[in-house]
């Protein structure tokens, strides 16, 4: 990943480095169905990220031999493509745009909802249930990690917010 996601950082550094441009085709970090659903994802578009210097290569995840991570999440009636896309619609009109402010708290909202299901699921990390301590919820603004923390205490799941720190310390 690339530190902040800001492109024109990302395009400067490129040019500096005068063609030698290399690749990760194998990724490491992620489970396979994460890497096979960014790649159906991202794969079918033109311009997946609206600059025509940037182009989405397709990635492969790590062999099953090379795979080190202890753990992973399976559990009932859980999606196994690794991806999750929730939609937000605004006064019930699928065309309408929520206003920020409002959409920021309705997309917390659809969070907090959506790892209520994921605890009520009976999902497991290798053989126990998932716990609340371990769900992250990662946002650029701490305003958004407040309304996230609201979101989930709402409906009673507790949650420790570490909008202050730095997810590399």
């Not at 996601?5 to 990760?24: C, F, I, M, N, Q």
């Not at 085709?25 to 659903?37: C, F, G, K, L, T």
């Not at 600059?51 to 062999?63: E, H, L, M, Q």
């Not at 939609?87 to 206003?99: D, F, I, M």
């Amino acid at each position: 990943a690339f530190r902040g996601a800001d492109v024109h950082t990302y395009l400067a550094a490129r040019a500096l480095a005068k063609g030698e441009v290399h690749s990760l085709d194998v990724n490491y970090r992620s489970d396979p169905p994460v890497i096979e659903a960014v790649n159906a994802l991202f794969g079918r578009v033109e311009k997946p990220f609206a600059v025509d210097a940037i182009d989405y290569r397709r990635v492969t995840p790590a062999p099953p031999e090379r795979d080190h991570r202890p753990v992973h999440v399976h559990g009932a009636g859980r999606s196994t493509c690794g991806l999750r896309v929730l939609t937000l619609r605004g006064g019930g009109v699928e065309k309408e745009a929520l206003l920020v402010r409002f959409g920021r708290t309705a997309g917390m909202q659809a969070i907090a909802y959506d790892i209520a299901r994921l605890l009520d699921s009976g999902a497991k990390i290798g053989d126990r249930r998932v716990a609340p301590s371990d769900v992250a919820i990662l946002a650029r603004r701490k305003r958004e990690l407040d309304a996230a923390r609201r979101a989930l205490e709402a409906i009673g799941i507790p949650c420790v917010n570490r909008g202050e720190g730095n997810v590399f310390d």
